[in-house]
């Protein structure tokens, strides 16, 4: 069938060496901006996502045209299809399984908790199961997230930190993926490789960020809220740029070792080949407050920003983050160069540009 086609000639890779990589969540940010970057360097890719309405559907449909300009295939479907995954991975043999689709946000979960439980511990479920009995074994990299880190005040945070103080269902089911990855490696020899991404920003974005949104506010001349934390202290993040975060999940999908089918150490045994189990901070080691990030957008924009300070209230956002990045350093090569500045000033000249006139002339 068609279908299959346009997958087969999507996920073709241009050698030998270069890999063959399901994206999940291929036409979110990150997902887009992943699959592209494979697709440049010559490795075969082919995309997954549902297309689910949590925000701006058009968006999501704008990206999946660049994709398929740029040869990139998306087929529409949910990781939680188990006959869809058992089909892809029957029809291309994927080397590698690049996982991004989930449920994003942390209030979000407030209004629609099931959401997050289906895509992010059902839907990572179904995906390990369908690598697992896949013929090859895929090695899977899969997005953690630094909401792990929970009410962890020990700061810059590094891997071997406590994640048992979840502040949201999101960082919840965000923590349960790291453990049943663990599981899949243990039992199965799934190679996988766990990244938690820090604040994730750029052209292409999420809607319901504070950057995007407050852009958004700013050229509508509308107030801004800005939260400061119950002690005064200000609100920060560790805002890492879209292209140092490609950098990272291409670093992890290099190293990444073959899976080897068998568990490790299953009853003390040795058994033949290890498969990897890993877990990096994927950041840019210098948390800006979020005071900070509005003077910068009030300078890009050239509006005098209206603004109202609240107390943070409890809604699952967390006081601030900082990653430690060493061993990503280390081990994947990884090493962030954008300032928020600089990646701020990409972004905004992306919606200026792109997405507001395209979006007021509801062209998407
Ligand atoms: P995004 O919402 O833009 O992308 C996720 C994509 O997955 C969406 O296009 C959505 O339609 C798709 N999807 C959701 N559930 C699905 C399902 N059940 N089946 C198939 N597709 C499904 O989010 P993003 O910012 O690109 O995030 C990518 C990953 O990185 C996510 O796992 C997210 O939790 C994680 N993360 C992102 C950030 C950030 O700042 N952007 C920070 C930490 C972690």
């Not at 991004?100 to 995906?127: C, W």
């Not at 406590?162 to 965000?174: E, G, I, N, V």
């Not at 350093?329 to 000033?345: A, F, I, K």
């Not at 905004?348 to 006139?357: E, S």
Request: with cysteine.
């Amino acid at each position: 069938p068609d279908w299959e086609k346009r997958v087969t000639k999507s996920a073709r890779r241009s050698s030998a060496s270069s890999l063959t990589v399901l994206v999940t969540g291929a036409s979110g940010f990150v997902g887009t901006h992943v699959s592209l970057a494979l697709k440049r360097r010559g490795d075969g890719v082919l995309g997954l996502d549902n297309f689910n309405r949590y925000y701006d559907p058009n968006l999501k449909r704008a990206r999946q045209k660049l994709l398929s300009r740029a040869g990139v295939f998306v087929v529409e479907g949910d990781i939680n299809d188990e006959k869809l995954l058992h089909k892809l991975f029957d029809v291309v043999p994927f080397t590698h399984v690049m996982h991004l689709a989930a449920q994003a946000g942390v209030r979000y979960a407030m209004q629609n908790p099931n959401s997050y439980i289906h895509s992010n511990i059902a839907g990572f479920v179904n995906l390990l199961e369908a690598s697992k009995s896949a013929n090859p074994q895929p090695s899977i990299v899969y997005a953690s997230s630094s909401s792990v880190y929970g009410l962890n005040s020990k700061v810059p945070f590094s891997e071997k930190d406590r994640t048992d103080q979840p502040a949201s269902l999101y960082a919840a089911t965000k923590k349960a993926g790291e453990e049943i990855a663990h599981v899949y490696n243990h039992i199965y020899g799934l190679s996988i490789t766990g990244l938690r991404f820090f604040t994730v920003y750029g052209p292409w974005g999420r809607p319901d960020m504070a950057y995007f949104f407050f852009t958004k506010d700013i050229l509508k001349r509308k107030q801004i809220t800005v939260f400061e934390s119950p002690d005064g202290g200000s609100v920060a993040r560790d805002f890492t740029y879209i292209d140092d975060i490609v950098k990272g999940c291409l670093g992890a999908l290099d190293t990444a070792k073959k899976s080897t089918g068998v568990g490790v150490g299953v009853g003390g045994k040795k058994k033949k080949g290890n498969a990897q189990f890993r877990i990096f901070n994927l950041g840019n080691t210098s948390p800006v407050p979020v005071t900070e990030l509005v003077d910068i957008l009030e300078r890009l924009l050239k509006v005098k920003v209206k603004r109202k300070v609240m107390p943070m209230p409890r809604n699952g956002d967390v006081r601030f983050t900082h990653a430690n990045i060493s061993k990503a350093q280390r081990e994947l090569g990884y090493m962030p160069t954008t300032d928020l500045e600089t990646g701020l000033n990409k972004f905004v000249r992306w919606y200026l540009d792109f997405y507001n006139p395209l979006k007021n002339k509801s062209v998407w």
